[in-house]
């Protein structure tokens, strides 16, 4: 399976209309590609939060419209980062959420036909009482899905990493490979990298980082989007601008070691 890392940098002084053509035009450019994953909130900007309202759109909207088109010409699966996700207008009220704001920060992954065939609402929310917290709904469910060859897909979202629990449970889920869309700053990278390869070792799956860089909201981005195998070798790690990383990857490795490893028929908890 190859897969296309997509280190999207961006800064505030970009259009989201802007952004979300050119990146639509990056997506069409990894032809060749099986997989492809973009980083979370790329159009709305992960940490200018006070834009969020303002960027919200519905899982069938323009961002993800735009991503499925260019999935669609390249024949790829396509995870489009994460949106703002809102619900329409005359959704019932318990479909807002348990604190009625409808707004969630949702992964979408595209087929190759362009259908949506999974999201994600994240469940932990960063902020520390600002941003998530204060705007979005948490998400409550843990999502996997197949590839065509039979692959188990988890799905997670940036702050998700550190809390290995959720991954143990995608692990539960089948998952062979976690994908890990994220805008994570520069200053804490070392954990974005350190908290990357944790998951992977201690649940033997290959996990797929793909990370922001430039600065918005007044904060450096880290890039060093990366993919881990399930042994905990980095296999590629981008820098901290503009990058595809481009990996192949043999599933058929997460299934040996965990033969020739049997560490997980250990759990106890």
């Known amino acids: 399976m190859r897969v296309h890392v997509v280190q999207v940098a961006y800064g505030d002084d970009e259009p989201v209309a802007a952004r979300v053509a050119r990146v639509a035009d990056l997506v069409r450019a990894q032809r ?17 939060y006070r834009r969020w309202a303002d960027a919200k759109e519905t899982v069938d909207g323009p961002t993800v419209a735009a991503i499925a088109a260019a999935a669609k010409e390249i024949g790829a699966v396509v995870h489009a980062g994460s949106i703002v996700e809102t619900v329409p207008d005359d959704a019932a009220p318990e479909a807002r ?18 259908d949506v065939v999974a999201t994600y609402r994240k469940i932990h929310r960063f902020g520390f009482g600002e941003g998530e917290p204060t705007l979005l709904e948490a998400g409550e469910d843990i999502v996997t899905f197949p590839l065509a ?8 979202t940036c702050y998700d990493l550190r809390f290995p629990e959720m ?9 062979q490979v976690v994908l890990v869309p994220a805008a994570w ?17 201690e649940n033997q799956f290959v996990v ?9 909201g007044g904060y450096p981005m880290g890039g060093h989007s990366q993919v881990v195998s399930a042994t905990g ?36 908890l």
């Open 32 to 48: 060749g590609a099986d997989l492809v994953l973009l980083p979370e909130l790329w159009a709305p900007t992960g940490f200018s």
């Open 97 to 114: 959420g348990e604190t009625g704001r409808g707004l969630w920060n949702t992964s979408v992954v595209v087929g190759p036909d362009g």
């Open 149 to 156: 060859d039979g692959t188990v897909v988890g799905l997670a």
């Open 167 to 175: 991954f143990r449970r995608l692990l539960d889920a089948g998952a």
């Open 185 to 201: 700053p520069l200053p804490r990278v070392e954990a974005w990298t350190l908290l990357g390869r944790a998951r992977a070792i």
């Open 208 to 216: 797929v980082q793909c990370n922001t860089g430039g600065e918005h």
């Open 233 to 268: 070798e980095v296999l590629a790690q981008a820098g901290t601008g503009e990058e595809v990383l481009v990996i192949d990857i043999d599933v058929a490795d997460v299934a040996a070691w965990r033969e020739r490893f049997p560490v997980l028929a250990d759990r106890r």
